[in-house]
């Protein structure tokens, strides 16, 4: 439709300067003395035309060919462009696909190294432990530009860290913070050096702001704060003073928990600590029974051995069918040489699971009261049960 209108208008166009040119009569007379040119008005009009658009030409082919040189550097320069964007585009692809050695060798063959290139290079190189030549590649000059700060300190955190001095990677990070605050990938860093450094106590503020930005879910965000919290418990086994202070900050609900009730409870008993511990375990399983807490409960030597086995024997009422509890229960019937009652639960405990150390247990008490062949025969089904666990464990 709009070629037919362009030829239309082309076809009116020309058969009005045709019937204008036969109109037209005039002619014009230039004079140059001696010489006098007469010439048509239409023919006069053709020559400007005509001249004006040779001028105009012409000067175009002058001023192409004057900036061809120019134009020949310029595609060249973009020419090379392409060929390293593509090599870049390669060295990317390559590291996403896992293949690291290719993707360090697209990177170092760009014709002038760009600083991401090097940065490619280094993070394929942290990936295959390769620290010396990753710290090569973030030292070349190209990368030491203000707007590649940030993967180049996150990268120089990852590798410290890699080689196990989270001290230094906590020290770039802190470098990084300064310059462009904490994203989400220098909080997973930072939590892996926190936990490296154990520095347990700055961990749960770490998993919030990551719940938060969703690397976490608040499941898994809990597991990761339950698990920081129980190991800064044990690691104040030796400071009674740092354990209690601890101790008092965590909320109730969090004390009750059955992984940081047994850790404080054993960083209790290592200090001494029988009664804080037994109290810290019968309040954790009056809210959620837990055998593996009824072990250290019978561990600790309280005051009044006689209301720790009442307490026991609560808990045995509902809880008839736990090996645990009633192995407990007859070490606790054992210390207070309460032997029938001590017997009676150990057996009731092996029924329910031969277990090496209610063997030890019976043979222990047995040997006390004089009955060696019996505490013998116990004391080999022990080494016997307990050497089969360790084969499984291996």
Excluded at 181 to 196: C, F, K, P, S, V
Excluded at 241 to 251: E, M
Aim: hydrophobic fraction near 50%.
């Amino acid at each position: 439709m709009r070629f037919l209108f362009w030829f239309l208008l082309l076809a009116v166009a020309a058969v009005v300067a045709a019937l204008a040119a036969r109109l037209n009569a005039g002619y014009a007379l230039l004079v140059a003395p001696p010489y006098r040119v007469e010439l048509s008005l239409n023919l006069l009009l053709i020559l400007i035309v005509g001249g004006f658009a040779a001028l105009y030409f012409g000067l175009r082919v002058i001023v192409r060919t004057i900036q061809l040189p120019a134009q020949v550097r310029e595609w060249r320069r973009l020419q090379k462009k392409d060929r390293a964007r593509a090599k870049l585009d390669a060295a990317i692809v390559a590291l996403l696909e896992g293949r690291y050695g290719k993707a360090q060798q697209e990177a170092l063959a760009l014709p002038h190294s760009s600083g991401l290139a090097a940065l490619v290079a280094a993070r394929a190189a942290i990936d295959v432990r390769q620290f010396d030549a990753a710290e090569a590649y973030l030292s070349r000059p190209e990368t030491q530009a203000r707007s590649l700060s940030v993967p180049r300190l996150t990268l120089s955190a990852e590798i410290a860290l890699e080689q196990e001095q989270p001290q230094e990677a906590l020290r770039i990070l802190d470098a990084l913070k300064r310059e462009a605050g904490m994203h989400t990938a220098a909080l997973r860093l930072e939590l892996r050096a926190t936990q490296a450094a154990r520095r347990f106590d700055q961990i749960p503020s770490l998993v919030d702001q990551l719940v938060k930005r969703g690397v976490f879910d608040a499941a898994q965000g809990e597991q990761v704060r339950i698990a920081a919290q129980r190991e800064q418990l044990r690691a104040l086994a030796h400071d009674a003073a740092g354990l209690r202070d601890a101790w008092s900050r965590l909320p109730e609900s969090t004390r009750t928990l059955p992984p940081i009730a047994r850790a404080a409870a054993q960083s209790f008993l290592q200090l001494g600590g029988d009664r804080e511990a037994g109290e810290v375990l019968a309040r954790s399983l009056e809210r959620e029974w837990n055998s593996e807490l009824v072990e250290p409960y019978g561990e600790c030597r309280l005051p009044d051995a006689t209301r720790q086995i009442e307490q026991a024997e609560r808990w045995l009422a509902g809880h008839n069918q736990d090996a645990v509890l009633l192995r407990v229960l007859g070490t606790l019937c054992q210390r207070q040489q309460l032997w029938g009652k001590a017997q009676t639960y150990l057996e009731a405990s092996l029924a329910l699971d031969n277990h090496w150390r209610t063997h030890l247990a019976l043979g222990e008490m047995l040997g006390r009261l004089g009955r060696s062949d019996e505490a013998n025969a116990h004391f080999v089904a022990a080494l016997r049960l307990a050497t089969d666990e360790l084969k499984r464990r291996r």
